[in-house]
């Protein structure tokens, strides 16, 4: 069981170029979210989905775009990096909302740095 | 809108001792649930323990337990008989109870030493 995964693990984009971070569970999860940890912030989050083909803002989303066509599967998008976006990301996911308060899980993160 | 703050950014314990983390919310709603996350130097994030706000009684997770206290929204983790795997970022979450809110509010996090 692979729980949460996300490649790549670390990543070097200059300004301006496009990339996608990859995200993906294997455990059946509806709810998938995207998270980014800069230092003395925490962790807030950019987008979320409640199942395939739904997605939404979280609390910082400009500059990412997100979709979501498999229950399996939540990339992130960042279409044009600018040197703000350099950060850790976190995907996490959780059961349906219906089963409300059990955990997030989430995947290792990927290193982002933005030149 | 919801927050957490914990104010302590950087704890350290001896081995074998006992340490608390604290972290105070500020919500206005009265279904919740909280969370403390343990982030050590390879960045996952893993989670500790829970507590549903509708439970009176405190959560315990062999070592670790917490001191939840809903009308001062207070939530201090307390970590018994500190083992060097401990060392590491921990942070407390905020979740809304309400059916498909989902999002973490996340504190800045305290980071714990342990000393041998």
């Known amino acids: 069981n692979a729980g949460v995964t996300q490649t790549p693990k670390f990543q070097v984009l200059k300004t301006g170029q496009s990339m996608t971070l990859q995200c993906a569970q294997d455990?059946?999860?509806?709810?998938m979210s995207w998270y980014r940890q800069d230092p003395g912030m925490g962790l807030r989050l950019i987008h979320y989905?409640?199942?395939?083909?739904?997605?939404d803002q979280g609390e910082v989303p400009n500059g990412y775009n997100v979709s979501r066509s498999t229950t399996e599967d939540f990339p992130l998008r960042l279409l044009s990096a600018a040197p703000s976006q350099t950060s850790v990301y976190f995907c996490?996911?959780?059961?349906?909302?219906?089963?409300?308060?059990?955990?997030?899980?989430f995947g290792p993160g990927t290193r982002l740095l933005v030149l | 809108a919801q927050t957490v703050t914990q104010s302590q950014p950087e704890m350290s314990v001896q081995e074998a001792e006992t340490v608390t983390l604290s972290c105070t919310y500020d919500?206005?709603?009265?279904?919740?649930?909280l969370f403390w996350y343990k982030q050590p130097p390879s960045r996952q994030m893993i989670l500790v323990i829970r507590?549903?706000?509708?439970?009176?009684q405190n959560a315990t997770e062999n070592r670790f337990s917490v001191n939840f206290q809903k009308a001062a929204k207070s939530f201090s983790l307390k970590i018994s008989d500190s083992q060097l795997g401990d060392a590491a970022m921990y942070f407390c979450?905020?979740?809304?109870?309400?059916?498909?809110?989902?999002?973490?509010?996340f504190g800045t996090g305290t980071r714990l030493t342990i000393i041998p």
């Open positions: 996490a996911s959780s059961y349906a909302p219906v089963l409300a308060g059990l955990t997030q899980y």
């Open positions: 455990m059946n999860h509806e709810y």
């Open positions: 989905s409640v199942g395939a083909g739904i997605t």
């Open positions: 919500t206005s709603e009265s279904d919740y649930y």
């Open positions: 507590q549903e706000a509708y439970k009176q």
């Open positions: 979450a905020y979740r809304s109870g309400d059916f498909g809110n989902e999002k973490l509010t």
